[in-house]
């Protein structure tokens, strides 16, 4: 029915293209008899008819038992991918490979150790296509959203992630420079395709703070951002919000609370008690923007930066309340 409407509307369109020509034609065959003129006009028309048509049903694709016209388009449609997540691996290149190839577990990308460079370009490894659903994210939740496989991009990237030492004391490890580059060029390819926001640019430790600390605080969140990739806080918003406080200064837990949970971390606890879950997601939002301390202590410059985060991305403005005091949300 729809192939058959479609056949129709193409053919028409043809023959209206071919009459509009008509008249210029004619004018520039005036040394033609009317015979001639018709003939070759009719020829054109003919030809043009056919062409049109035959170009337009190519539109009509034959599947199993079926045809689907890919005639008309809607106008409410956005794209599925709305998020793109980073992961480092904690394994290396022999491993990372074999666990994302060979197990219950995927990306849509790997970045090698060392990635290959071809016309001084890094070579990524493509192991999902973009419009297949990888399994990185697991129980995920971003601003609304959860399940973040079914709507992300994900990509892995080979790094040692952290190793504790007897004391306890740990060790983060960093990108290489051509990891960054690869990191900066696909993130940019990606979100430009998708229209990605840039505060969906964001690590599998913001949407799973409770269990996962990749892509761990040395990922160059800084970095990409001063190109243009992803969310940052505007420096004079901080110390705004910072209102001469001490970076260090002990904020109310309460309000850092609301402030991460309004900036997209939705299941931050909302009880003003600094427990597990709420350090843990503190220290998850202090890996991506404060990385020089990330004990998920709730201090004044996490929450300057929480604020100034929320302003520029949610839309929120605050009022600064008097020197030294924690402003309510
Ligand atoms: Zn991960």
């Known amino acids: 029915m ?25 004018q520039k065959k005036i040394t033609m008899d009317t015979k001639q003129k018709l003939k070759v006009f009719a020829a054109a028309m003919l030809a043009l008819t056919l062409s049109g048509c035959a170009t ?8 199993d038992g079926y045809f689907a016209s890919h005639a008309f388009k809607a106008s409410a ?44 370009k890094p070579v990524v490894l493509q192991l999902v296509d973009e419009n297949k659903r990888a399994w990185h994210a697991g129980v995920s939740s971003w601003n609304g959203r959860t399940n973040l496989n079914d709507s992300s991009i994900g990509i892995e990237i080979v790094n040692p992630g952290y190793t504790d030492n007897m004391l306890g004391h740990r060790t983060w490890y960093p990108f290489g420079e051509k990891q960054i580059a690869a990191i900066a060029a ?28 990749d ?27 910072l209102a001469s406080r001490s970076p260090s200064a002990p904020a109310e837990v309460g309000v850092v609370q609301a402030l991460l949970k309004q900036y997209g971390y939705d299941q931050i606890p909302q009880n003003g008690v600094l427990d597990q879950a709420t350090q ?11 990385p020089d301390d990330i004990s ?34």
């Open 215 to 241: 892509p761990g605080k040395l990922f160059p969140w800084a970095r990409l951002a001063a190109m243009g990739i992803g969310a940052w806080p505007d420096s004079p918003t901080v110390s705004r919000y």
């Open 280 to 290: 843990k997601t503190i220290s998850a939002f202090q890996m991506h923007f404060r």
């Open 186 to 213: 696909l993130a940019k390819d990606i979100m430009h395709r998708y229209q990605i926001a840039p505060d969906n640019l964001i690590g599998h430790s913001d949407i799973a703070p409770l269990r996962k600390q």
């Open 77 to 120: 449609q956005n794209e599925r991918v709305r998020f793109l997540v980073m992961h480092y691996t904690a394994l290396d290149d022999k491993e990372s490979l074999k666990t994302l190839t060979q197990q219950q577990v995927s990306a849509h990308y790997l970045i090698p150790k060392d990635p290959e460079l071809r016309q001084d």
């Open 296 to 329: 998920g202590n709730a201090d004044a410059e996490t929450e300057a930066i929480a604020r100034a985060l929320v302003e520029k991305y949610r839309g929120i403005t605050m009022p600064v309340l008097a020197k030294g005091k924690a402003n309510a949300v």
């Open 56 to 63: 337009r049903q190519a539109e009509t694709e034959e599947r």
């Open 2 to 26: 729809i192939a058959g409407v479609q056949k129709i509307t193409d053919c028409t369109a043809s023959v209206e293209y071919s009459a509009s020509n008509h008249s210029l034609f004619m």
